[in-house]
């Protein structure tokens, strides 16, 4: 069984190399075939082990399956310009995906059988701490001349994304095409880490290297899931236990003070070499032109004012200040009500053809378009839900996590409280980036139900 966890732990941390390929083929892939062939070894030559947990959400998997694969037969909308596979491999993808989900939730309560809880959960922390280290060399190599990761896989648009593309914003994307990526794969690791503090105090230390390389992306979902997810969770003990625990706020004083601290090592990129500037229009290689205010605060030196000055301007804004849920809201607004919904995956090449028309600007008497030609991400998991499997779909799914979420509160003691803040740390960053059913969830709802067993 060995041989066999460690393999596991090597598939988690393959999903956070996010920014690289292998002869086209994007790494976290597979790490998502390792993970299901692992079950397929077990299967054949493991050992007999029954999987009865969970039996609501194996039948909604199901069911959303059955939705994707009928809708995708009577599909007969042509993919965007700038789609990298058929529309049947598009499809198929989305599919490993709730496979790779379900296997790595079937996975963790295997190895409950024979590694103590405590086992498995510092060894996937040391995922997420590989993949931060990797993060912060990344942001350090270009202060200090070192040689950077060569992203191989493509970005959205087509080319690859090195870090000096980043421009005035330091966007430390380590191993990920994206800032936010790395938030929404490595900040539901840190309640992990808090938890193994509370036993080795070495782990408060460790805990703040995840934090700084999600400070120093400047990711306002990263920084503020964390801070608001801690706030809520010590109101709730507060209510429950009448008594305050301070160790429930020791979280966000870390995050607090590497916010400060991170203003001493923020770096300011120097405007990009015209050479550097395609296939972006010219005016991107120029770091002192912002569009609006918050571009501007955006763009601070100070990753202090980066941060939280964007989270003003955008709470002031309410939620349509966040741009891709302008979007989104507006295109919801367009439809009818869908009941069974349109099949993963089918649902973002309907989007992706509304999106343009919604998102299009006009400057200098030209008409320009977001993301031309192609493949739009919904940036939000419950949008997806709906719009993939129907309101039937997405009220099946929120009651899954409601009985979840009152199982934890209910007991609300030792693991379970830093359970909860992955979990919840999840589903606050679910509305503003991830839009799959991803590792992190798999491995939250894992470890919740395993410790659920235990007690």
């Not at 009985?403 to 934890?408: E, F, N, R």
Request: aromatic share 16%; net charge neutral; charged share 15%.
């Amino acid at each position: 069984m060995n041989p066999i966890f460690y393999l596991f732990v090597l598939g988690i941390f393959l999903e956070g190399l996010d920014a690289f390929s292998i002869y086209s083929i994007p790494v976290p892939w597979i790490g998502a075939v390792l993970i299901i062939g692992l079950y397929i070894v077990n299967y054949y030559f493991g050992s007999d082990f029954e999987f009865d947990e969970l039996p609501s959400l194996r039948i909604w998997l199901f069911y959303l399956t059955i939705v994707t694969l009928v809708r995708a037969f009577s599909f007969n909308r042509s993919l965007p310009e700038y789609a990298t596979t058929t529309f049947f491999e598009y499809i198929s993808l989305r599919l490993v995906k709730l496979l790779t989900f379900i296997t790595a939730i079937w996975l963790i309560h295997l190895f409950s059988k024979y590694f103590d809880k405590d086992k498995i959960i510092k060894y996937i922390a040391y995922a997420g701490l590989a993949i931060s280290i990797f993060s912060l060399y990344s942001y350090f190599s270009y202060i200090f001349e070192l040689p950077d990761f060569t992203r191989t896989r493509a970005g959205s648009g087509g080319w690859t994304q090195p870090i000096k593309r980043a421009c005035s914003v330091l966007r430390n994307y380590g191993t990920f095409r994206e800032p936010s990526f790395l938030a929404a794969w490595s900040a539901p690791l840190i309640p992990l880490f808090f938890y193994l503090a509370k036993k080795r105090r070495f782990w408060y230390l460790l805990s703040l290297i995840p934090i700084i390389s999600i400070v120093l992306t400047r990711s306002l979902t990263g920084v503020i899931s964390l801070l608001a997810t801690f706030s809520i969770i010590s109101l709730i003990w507060i209510v429950k236990k009448k008594s305050l625990n301070l160790s429930l706020l020791i979280p966000i004083v870390f995050i607090l003070l590497a916010s400060i601290f991170s203003n001493n090592i923020a770096y300011k990129f120097p405007a990009l070499d015209p050479s550097m500037c395609p296939p972006e229009s010219p005016d991107k290689c120029n770091c002192s032109i912002y569009e609006d205010k918050l571009d501007e605060a955006k763009n601070s030196e100070s990753v202090t004012k980066s941060i939280f000055g964007r989270l003003t301007r955008i709470t002031s804004g309410g939620l349509g200040a966040f741009e891709n849920i302008g979007f989104l809201r507006e295109y919801l607004s367009s439809q009818n009500i869908k009941i069974l919904g349109d099949g993963l995956g089918a649902s973002n090449i309907n989007y992706s053809y509304e999106f343009d028309e919604i998102s299009k600007l006009e400057k200098e008497g030209q008409i320009i378009y977001r993301n031309p030609g192609q493949i739009v991400s919904f940036n939000n998991l419950y949008a997806n839900l709906y719009l993939s499997s129907g309101l039937v779909g997405l009220i099946w799914f929120l009651k899954i996590l409601f009985d979840i979420t009152v199982k934890l509160i209910k007991r609300f003691n030792d693991l379970d409280i830093y359970l909860f803040a992955q979990f919840f740390i999840i589903l606050l960053i679910y509305f503003f980036q991830a839009e799959e059913l991803n590792l992190a969830l798999a491995l939250s709802i894992g470890l919740i139900t395993i410790n659920e067993t235990h007690e």
